[in-house]
């Protein structure tokens, strides 16, 4: 089955700061890697997804992502947070499922990013 | 019409009670999925329906009963819930139905906050 890992569950990061928030999935096949945010009390907003193609992905809001095979990573980046970026962020994988649908999604417990003045 | 919405935001039910959570897209997306989010923890998938189908069922008690009268609108049926079933519940939706290997993004609502006495 397949499985996703954030190590980090808090980070703390300055305004006008880089992130780089960590993600490790297990799963036997190409990957489906998604990054979604979740601020408190509100339901998740995609950032950005992987499914094929070039390994490094854009997203919204300025975050970026890299898909690196050999270390089952899916990284989060950003050059420069901003306070409105502190938030739950989770990595997610999409699962496939015996009975032949290809669904649902795996998440990481999520890291939670706090933003210094 | 680009969004999820789910109604109410807020539900405070009794043990004995029978209530529904409702969600609703129009963006013609064909399949709708049903997760529940416990504090500080990810989201874990419920139900997923496919073309109006239910596709996948995650194990999940029968005080929870989903019904999917139409591809536009999901509900979710509560009757003799615990406390413990207090919980954020997160309905998603993606573009294609889940038959193959072809995976889906998924879009989420708001979420409606479940609190049970």
């Known amino acids: 089955a397949q499985s996703v890992t954030q190590p980090d569950i808090h980070i703390t990061v300055s305004e006008g700061a880089s992130l780089e928030l960590r993600c490790n999935y297990s799963?036997?096949?190409?990957?489906?890697l998604f990054w979604y945010v979740q601020s408190p009390g509100q339901g998740l907003q995609l950032l950005l997804k992987?499914?094929?193609?070039?390994?490094l992905v854009q997203g919204i809001k300025g975050f970026e992502a890299e898909f690196k095979r050999s270390q089952s990573s899916f990284n989060l980046r950003k050059p420069s947070v901003h306070w409105s970026d502190a938030a739950e962020y989770f990595c997610?994988?999409?699962?496939?499922?015996?009975?032949?649908?290809?669904?649902?999604?795996?998440f990481g417990k999520g890291t939670h990013l706090i933003i210094q003045p | 019409d680009t969004e999820v919405t789910q109604t109410p935001k807020h539900l405070v039910m009794g043990m004995t009670n029978k209530k529904s959570l409702k969600c609703e897209q129009h963006?013609?997306?064909?399949?709708m999925y049903w997760y529940k989010q416990k504090a500080k923890k990810p989201p874990e998938l419920m139900f997923v329906?496919?073309?109006?189908?239910?596709?996948i069922n995650e194990s999940v008690p029968s005080r929870f009963s989903p019904e999917c009268p139409n591809s536009s609108l999901l509900n979710l049926h509560l009757h003799a819930l615990q406390p413990e079933d207090s919980a954020l519940y997160l309905c998603?939706?993606?573009?294609?139905?889940?038959?193959?290997?072809?995976?889906?993004?998924?879009?989420f609502g708001p979420g409606t906050r479940l609190t049970v006495l």
């Open positions: 998603a939706s993606s573009p294609r139905g889940t038959s193959g290997r072809v995976y889906n993004e998924q879009f």
């Open positions: 799963y036997g096949a190409t990957p489906y």
């Open positions: 992987y499914f094929s193609g070039d390994t």
């Open positions: 997610a994988v999409g699962a496939v499922y015996s009975g032949g649908g290809a669904d649902g999604l795996t």
């Open positions: 963006m013609g997306h064909r399949a």
């Open positions: 329906y496919s073309y109006e189908k239910l596709s």
